[in-house]
């Protein structure tokens, strides 16, 4: 079963081809293997909120269970996140320092001749005079080209700070000229957020302080775009601009976050419904202001969100799904930090690459949550569940470390 896991994240260079998603296959061959194991902490928000997820669609639209765009879609939440349980019903012992650092090498490898070729065609500064010439390799859009970039140049920093060395710091600044060509300008902000959070020692406070900030901006910039003459219940929008980058920005911020900002007072506890976002509600009955139900709905599976993964949750879940989903990431990040430091201090840096990965791409994500739908989407979020799914299984080598030097096993939470 890990096999499939390792080929799952060799694949996740791409996505004109969905076959990174074949990670959650473990869930449905060993589902037995559930029972009788201990995880770590952050599994309880997350299988919670999927617990919500699916009473959210079952009673919005539960025939959305049975359509193929949904989960491409609207509910790629399940393609996005399963891996991690999947990690939960398999075992491996293999070397995940080496095992990332290939895969990194193999990823910006894979990348360089595309690369090279948009270099040569287009030049570097193409981007500046024409924003849709843009760099996108295997992928199809180039917010998740950018977003995958973005989580590889994580990657290739949490490989560097294991073991020194110049190819891998060749391989980054390439891979962050590839970040840059994308002119993916979330995924950029994304990327840079992880360096002073690093610099500065990787303190709780200065995470929470970071969340506090990106949703309280997002709230601050939908209710200054919120014009009480214009009906967000409705679907269409005339905002134009000749520079498709600045025309995208106007659209986000002056309806698409506004339209998230009214759904979620229509329904602040949990949400209108999960997917429901680009769909038409032609009525809503309101409980107290606390509840808001919809009908007369016209459902469409498309890839029209909040471009903010705060925003949309709070739409669609409301303050439970988001409370939810910030949770499993604080306990996953405070996981991960533990991991790394106790794989440093007593097994000698064993899983130090992979724990210090999870850590600083989760913090990436959620910088560019702010910017698009990130926090579900396959091409960013699947690089990093794959690798904590390895992580969960990870068992130390039975002739390796001494018994009393032998870091605590994954699936456990690692002692203060």
């Not at 910039?221 to 214009?230: F, G, L």
Request: hydrophobic share 50%; net charge positive; charged share 10%.
């Amino acid at each position: 079963m890990a096999y499939i896991s390792l080929l799952a994240l060799f694949l996740t260079v791409t996505n004109l081809v969905p076959v990174s998603a074949v990670g959650l296959a473990p869930i449905f061959l060993l589902p037995w293997r559930f029972f009788g194991r201990s995880y770590p902490q952050f599994i309880t928000p997350l299988t919670a909120f999927t617990v919500l997820v699916i009473i959210s669609t079952l009673l919005y639209d539960p025939r959305s269970f049975t359509e193929f765009d949904f989960y491409r879609r609207d509910g790629n939440f399940f393609i996005s996140y399963a891996p991690i349980f999947a990690g939960c019903v398999y075992t491996h012992r293999w070397d995940l320092n080496k095992l990332l650092r290939a895969f990194f090498i193999g990823a910006v490898a894979i990348n360089i001749p595309p690369y090279a070729y948009y270099v040569l065609t287009s030049g570097l500064l193409q981007i500046f005079t024409h924003p849709t010439d843009t760099f996108g390799s295997y992928f199809i859009a180039r917010n998740a080209a950018g977003g995958f970039f973005a989580m590889l140049f994580c990657l290739g920093i949490a490989c560097y700070l294991q073991k020194r060395s110049r190819l891998v710091l060749a391989l980054i600044a390439i891979n962050l000229m590839m970040l840059f060509s994308t002119y993916s300008r979330g995924s950029l902000l994304g990327a840079m957020a992880t360096l002073p959070y690093l610099y500065f020692g990787r303190k709780r406070w200065m995470l929470g302080t970071l969340l506090a900030g990106l949703i309280v901006a997002s709230f601050a910039v939908a209710i200054h775009h919120t014009d009480p003459n214009v009906d967000y219940m409705g679907f269409t929008f005339n905002i134009h601009n000749q520079d498709a980058k600045v025309a995208n920005l106007n659209i986000r911020y002056e309806w698409l976050w506004p339209r998230a900002l009214r759904y979620f007072e229509q329904s602040p506890i949990v949400g209108m419904g999960f997917g429901s976002f680009d769909d038409h509600i032609g009525r809503v009955v309101s409980y107290f202001h606390v509840l808001g139900v919809p009908t007369d709905i016209t459902v469409e599976h498309s890839d029209s969100h909040a471009h903010n993964s705060y925003l949309n949750f709070l739409a669609e879940l409301g303050v439970v799904g988001l409370g939810l989903m910030l949770t499993f990431f604080w306990k996953m990040i405070d996981w991960s930090r533990r991991g790394a430091a106790m794989g440093a201090l007593a097994g000698h840096g064993w899983n130090f690459a992979p724990f210090r990965f999870v850590e600083i791409s989760s913090v990436c994500l959620l910088v560019m949550a702010a910017t698009e739908h990130r926090l579900v989407s396959p091409s960013n979020v699947l690089i990093l569940s794959l690798v904590v799914s390895l992580l969960l299984a990870s068992r130390p080598p039975v002739t390796g470390l001494p018994a009393a030097r032998t870091p605590p096993a994954p699936n456990a939470e690692p002692r203060s």
